[in-house]
């Protein structure tokens, strides 16, 4: 199954994606994608910290700051399923991937060499693109994202089209996702179920929360 987890700073997101993702894999092969590059002493920290309170989870972390479909070239696994397949053809079963966080990838691709030449559209179209290629290697993808869209304050032209892609890009999950969550204040609240989008005919329903 696909699954969208929303949320502001500080609201619970991140805890309630990685036990979502620990739930689905039942036992399974377990991926954590990490898209902020690390800056500085104390981000080094804090990144070593979140890395070990995962692996107690089962979590296996992987970097890949840009080119998000790449992530999984490497692993031991390279699960050549097909969406909602649980296993590969070889009969290993294909991972569970948490992707966290949507917000610092696009800052990453936005920024990199030519990335800021593009509209905001066809850089949330290539993305988009790229996660959809990315779910071809998972039986279960769980990716993280940021509300960021209630202050209403004005920003510089370079600020507005980062907020514009990542509105796009979240607009493009949501209808692609089986489920979509927003948490707040620790509370997860479905906006979107499995059901719901089998009904739409988004997919059948694999999963409820």
Known sequence: MRCLVTGGSAS????????????????????????????????????SRH????EAKGFQTIECYRDIHQALAFTPDPARSTGSAADAEDGSVAPTVLLECLSNLLANEMYAGSA????PEALAQ??????????????????VTNEI???????????????????????MLGAWTDQVCEVVCSIPVLLKTAAAAAAFGKGEERCQF
């Not at 991140?14 to 690390?38: D, K």
């Not at 890395?51 to 995962?54: G, P, S, V, Y």
């Not at 790229?130 to 279960?140: A, F, G, N, P, V």
């Open 12 to 47: 619970g997101k991140s805890e309630y994606a990685e036990n979502f993702a620990v739930e689905l894999s039942r036992g399974g092969p377990l991926y954590y994608i990490a898209t902020m590059e690390p800056y500085g002493e104390e981000a080094d920290r804090r990144i």
């Open 51 to 54: 890395r070990r309170l995962r």
């Open 116 to 119: 800021l030449k593009e509209e």
């Open 126 to 143: 290539r993305i988009f693109r790229q996660i959809q290629e990315l779910d071809q290697r998972c039986s279960h993808l769980v990716i």
């Open 149 to 171: 869209f209630s202050d209403g304050h004005r920003y510089p032209p370079e600020t507005e089209a980062y907020i514009q892609s990542l509105g796009l890009l979240n607009t």
